[in-house]
Every structure is written in C-alpha cells, then in structure tokens.
C-alpha cells in the first residue's frame, strides 16, 4: 500500500518515544544528587595515599622517595622527609602535600611510584570556596585505607594486594634462607679465637 513505509515509521517512532518514558531500562537521566550513578573501575579524579592496617599516618605506604613529585609535569606535589633526632632520613612523609587546584589527572604519579603508595581517588564533590583550606591537601586528607581502594578499583586492588603478599613471602623466603646460611655464633667465635 503506498505510503505504508512512512506509517510503520511514525508508528516505530511514536513507539521509541513512548517507551523512553516508560521503560525502566530506557530512563537514562539520572536524579543527581538523590541518586548516584556508580563509578566505572576505571574512573579517576585526583590522587590518594593508601595505607594498610588501622593507623593512617603509621601505615602509609608511601616511603617519601619523591620519585612522584619530580615526576608530576604540573609540579602539584610536595614532599618533606620525616628525619630522626640525628637527621637521619626515615622512610616516611613528615609534609605530604599536593594541590589538587593544580593536578590534572594524569595519573603519572601512580605509574612511577615503586611502592603501590599513591593510586588516583574516584571522589569528584570537592568543590570549595577556600582553596587552601579545600584544594590543598596534606597527608592526613590524602590518606586512604587500602580497603577504600579495592572498593574503588577492585580488579586493580587485587591485583596489587596479590603482587605485594607474594613479594612479601619471597622477601621473607629470602631472609630464612640468609638466616640458615649464616653461622652460629659459637662457629663464630671458634673463627675468631
Ligand atoms: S607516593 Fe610513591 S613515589 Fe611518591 S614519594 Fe611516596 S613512595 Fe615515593
Ligand atoms: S595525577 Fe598527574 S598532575 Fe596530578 S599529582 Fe599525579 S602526576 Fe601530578
């Protein structure tokens, strides 16, 4: 029948357009901020520093070797070594700083950090009228525990979770078998006499 093509087509049309406000799998707006869209694993917004166990500040993986900051090509973070009463330097960040009114996202951060310490946060409502207050994050406001990052970045997190326990053991195999291999100290002393 002439004209049965264009008839089908307002049909379909008149359909789609029907269905999309009634079919559930179809209503793609999303009512922000009463509900929330969740995250993709691969979602990123501004860096964190992860730490393990139950104390944030003593946990933290990060060893302060600034690999990160002479890395990071907008020069947003800074770091201080924490030292003892010598000047020794300790493993550990005394001054952990980054501003996140400066980072872009790159994520270069992560990809050069040796210790798995700094992963990028999927947290996006930060918006602020006091930038130091707000956008210039220490320590204390990057630190993350690492069971906030395997709800983040699952796959990710257990990836890395699975590469440290196994360079954990093999460290730990390691210093056994120099253990064994070093003499007793009565064999020592027999040496020395
Ligand atoms: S976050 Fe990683 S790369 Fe940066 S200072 Fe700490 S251990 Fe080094
Ligand atoms: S994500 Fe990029 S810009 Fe931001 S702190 Fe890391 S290296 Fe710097």
Redesign the pocket.
């Known amino acids: 029948m002439l004209g049965s093509g264009i008839v089908k087509g307002f049909v379909e049309t008149a359909r789609n357009f029907v269905g999309s406000f009634h079919d559930p799998e179809r209503l793609v707006t999303i009512e922000y901020p009463d509900e929330r869209q969740e995250l993709p694993e691969n979602s990123r917004n501004?860096?964190m520093l992860v730490y393990d166990g139950d104390d944030p500040m003593k946990g933290l993986r990060c060893v302060a070797c600034k690999i990160?900051e002479k890395?990071?090509?907008?020069q947003?973070?800074y770091i201080e070594v924490e030292r003892d009463a010598k000047g020794k330097a300790l493993k550990h960040p005394r001054i952990f700083d980054?501003d996140?009114s400066?980072?872009?996202?790159?994520?270069?951060?992560?990809e050069v950090c040796p210790f798995d310490a700094?992963k990028?946060d999927t947290a996006f409502e930060l918006s602020t009228d006091n930038r130091f207050g707000g956008l210039l994050l220490n320590k204390h406001q990057l630190a993350k525990p690492n069971s906030y990052y395997r709800a983040i970045h699952p796959l990710e997190a257990a990836e890395v979770d699975e590469r440290l326990a196994a360079e954990q053991a093999k460290a730990a195999a390691k210093a056994k078998a120099a253990a064994a291999k070093a003499p007793a100290p009565a064999a020592v002393n027999a040496v020395a006499t």
């Open positions: 501004f860096p990160c890395e990071c090509p907008p947003c973070i980054l996140i400066v980072c872009m996202s790159c994520q270069i951060c992560v700094i990028m």
